[in-house]
């Protein structure tokens, strides 16, 4: 049997598909494998190529794979289906991922350490808590609103509802029927509050210990939460070849329908990671209200272009600013240089 130089491997639970191939594309190995034999299959053939969709469960047998010698690579899902013949089956889906990875202008995703999903966890709890704590204050604010009381707008508002459904007395104008329902959604959105505190100094270690952290803290509108999930979902910023790159990865440019030489731009793409794409929109808003405050902030780059265009599309474009900022420091590892006067 010739030698392997790249093999494609179709993830799944339980039953696993892999296609293999020779230096001259010639097929050499095509068989399905139950999970307890992919690592015994594995470590037994020389090192080679081994291209895997980065989907769940990718990293872990990206690593396990890396100890034993291979060059693992992570091609993103998008990027395999032109590779797919007409037929969609487990084995297919092996040859169109061991095809992918053969062509030159291929993009992989960098394979990613237990310590930096286990950051990405943390944002993905925390971003999981948060929803669950709207809509319990939601429902909360809704309840009592068929009884006539309201708060104001926002956390404090709802913290000011809170210490009013858990007073010892009670809450005037509301049943005492009523009243242990009330208290269980108030009590509940008290303990998501500790949960995200719980998170978020965990957090500020990884501040700390990760020295990518700190620079990209140094740009306007990026706080602890979105330097952290930029620095453990993209370990390795050469992946990229620009900013631009970087920031249309994010979805942070305009969708492209163009023909003819003719460019029609349209909104952005929204094609990436939208956790991250949502803190910078975020960061960037922020970014804009403490500018106002500065002098010649009208002459500004972002004054100019707020004076004509609306606020939010102003986000997005100081958004997308701030992306290449971010791959710029992460790639030269520099800090953050505020534009000269």
Known sequence: MAEITTIGVDLAKHVFQVHGVDAAERVVVKKRLRRAEMLVFFKQLSPCLVAMEACAGAHHWARQ??????DVRLIPPSRVKPFVGRQKNDAADAAAICE??????MRFAAVKTE?????LLDHR????????????VNALRGHLAEFGI???????????????????????????????????????????????????????????????VKRLMTIPGVGI??????????PDASLFR???????????????????????L??????????????????????????????????????????????????????NKIARIAWALLARGEIYRSAAA
């Open 266 to 319: 349209g909104r952005i793409s929204k094609m990436g990671d939208r956790y991250i794409r949502r803190l910078l929109v975020q960061g960037a808003i922020s970014a804009i209200h403490w500018g106002k405050r500065k002098p010649g902030f009208a002459e500004s780059w972002l004054g100019r272009l707020l004076a004509r265009k609306p606020m939010r599309l102003v986000a997005v474009a100081l958004a």
């Open 65 to 70: 794979f890396q100890s034993f010698g291979h």
């Open 242 to 264: 620009s900013g631009r790159d970087f920031a249309a990865w994010l979805g942070l440019v305009p969708r492209q329908h163009s023909s003819g030489g003719k460019a029609r």
């Open 150 to 212: 309201i708060a104001a707008q926002g956390l404090g508002g709802a913290r000011a509802l809170l210490a009013q459904v858990l007073a010892p007395d009670g809450l005037a104008g509301v049943p005492a029927v009523a009243l242990p329902a009330l208290q269980t959604l108030a009590s509940g959105v008290r303990g998501l509050d500790h949960e995200i505190k719980a998170i978020e100094a965990r957090l500020q270690v990884a501040r700390g210990e990760d020295e990518r």
């Open 225 to 234: 939460i979105g330097a952290t999930v930029i620095a453990a979902t993209v």
């Open 100 to 105: 992918a990875a053969q062509r030159p202008s």
């Open 115 to 119: 310590k930096q999903q286990a950051l």
């Open 125 to 136: 709890a925390r971003d999981l808590l948060i929803r669950q704590r709207t809509m319990m």
